[in-house]
């Protein structure tokens, strides 16, 4: 996904702190501390498919980076990185353990501009679509399971559905963000005049530490949350579509 350029301690400082506190607000609510064990299945999920699609995105335009070092794979393990994971835990939006890339072995039929883009993309499209499908088991568990949904363990089974619905779109849609080390900051780069690539190169520690800022005071979540409504409205009003709910 991506790699920070910059000392992590401060980050790794800040992420104790938020999970401590955390911790201590779960202490005295059991239901927010259920909330978080239900999500589990749906961080696995959402960080296991980001990374992977990256990996064999950049294998299809025939780099085997990510393949010689064992990331084609699905095994969740794999992909995990702790502060990507607490964080989407915890904040809602995080990432994965980066999957490492050649440009320069993509395929000469595009330029390595536009490979790095659909690398780049294939992640938080896997993340959207993968939404989407299980919106499609959640409506289809609505529509006929009946009574079931009335039991211990299908109110247990649609909390995991909805939970991992909306990590996946929180991942997604946060990879978006067109700033470094986001996967967003690479996909839009084709699409820049050649000066405006070169200043953005150029400047690309200030987007980190943008970035970090944004992230830390939680102005990311105020400008993504938008967009995640709007995706999730949309889905779920298809799902209500295909189903007649």
């Known amino acids: 996904m991506f790699n920070f350029s910059f000392d992590k301690r401060m980050i790794y400082v800040i992420i104790a702190i938020m999970v401590i506190s955390t911790l201590v607000q779960y202490s005295t609510n059991p239901g927010a501390l259920f909330a978080l064990l239900v999500s589990i299945p749906g961080v696995l999920i959402a960080i296991t498919f980001h990374e992977f ?3 064999y995105a950049a294998y299809k335009l025939g780099d085997n980076t990510a393949k010689n070092e064992g990331r084609l794979s699905l095994n969740p ?9 607490l964080m989407l835990l915890f ?8 999957v490492h ?4 072995n993509y ?9 790095e883009a659909i690398v780049s993309v294939a992640g938080p499209l896997t993340n959207i679509v993968l939404a989407f499908v299980f919106a499609l088991i959640y409506g289809a568990l609505i529509k006929f399971s009946g009574t079931f949904l009335l039991s211990t363990v299908g109110n247990i089974i649609q909390l995991i559905l909805g939970a991992t619905i909306a990590i996946n779109i929180g991942l997604g849609v946060f990879n978006l963000i067109p700033l470094p080390p986001l996967d967003g900051s ?5 699409f820049l005049p050649y000066n405006a690539k070169q200043w953005f190169r150029n400047n690309e520690q200030i987007f980190y530490i943008i970035f970090v800022i944004i992230w830390i005071t939680g102005i990311a979540g ?3 949350s938008p967009a995640i409504s709007g995706i999730t409205s949309g889905i779920m009003s298809i799902i209500q579509m295909i189903f007649g709910l």
């Open 77 to 85: 393990l794999d992909h995990l990185d702790p502060i990507g994971t």
């Open 53 to 55: 699609a990256h990996g």
């Open 91 to 98: 904040a809602g939006f995080g990432w994965g353990k980066p």
């Open 107 to 115: 395929t000469r039929k595009m330029s390595m501009e536009k490979g």
């Open 222 to 224: 105020i400008i993504i």
């Open 186 to 190: 690479k996909i839009i780069m084709p």
């Open 101 to 104: 890339v050649n440009p320069s």
